[in-house]
């Protein structure tokens, strides 16, 4: 594939990238090289705003996924929706749930979900985000909740074990 092959908005990105972080990138065309210097540039505040372009930007929409879930952690709240955004509508349906999915567990951490809600919401909640609510979220309340109607075994025990 030849550079003109890859889209001009993406050959820029990764050139602001490479900027960023100090890294050369060996083969523009790779898509695993893509991915390391996605990956090395995902600590780097300052690469944000670039990393951000190449995501928008990359045709490669497994790899665009994957980069955007390795973000939704790292970013506030309110920039979550414009990388969940950059992705295709065919492969956004992951980090909309991811983003959904950190914004429940931080209401949980901050006391915004009503505790009387939660057994509610449960059945909503994925695997990962009950696993995430066990390790992060200390509310008794909440842990009651989980380890009484957690989706697995090891949720339900894990849960009690937390409980003391």
Known sequence: MADA?????????????EQHIGRSLTDAHDGHARWELYRAALVSDAARPALLAAVTAEPDGALASGV???????VTRGER??????LAPAVRAFSERRARELGVLEDLRSGAIALDR???????????????????????AVLRVLAASGR??????????ALG
């Not at 092959?5 to 990764?14: G, K, R, S, T, Y």
């Not at 955007?68 to 790292?74: A, F, I, M, S, T």
């Not at 929706?81 to 950059?86: E, F, G, H, L, T």
């Open 81 to 86: 929706d414009a990388w969940v955004q950059a």
């Open 118 to 140: 939660a057994p509610e919401l449960i059945d909503g909640w994925s695997d990962w985000l009950q696993s995430r609510i066990v390790a992060d979220v200390s509310d008794e």
């Open 152 to 161: 697995t075994k090891r949720i339900r025990r894990t849960a009690a074990e």
């Open 68 to 74: 955007v879930g390795e973000v939704l952690e790292r």
């Open 5 to 17: 092959e890859l889209p001009p908005e993406l050959l820029d990105a990764l050139r602001q990238l």
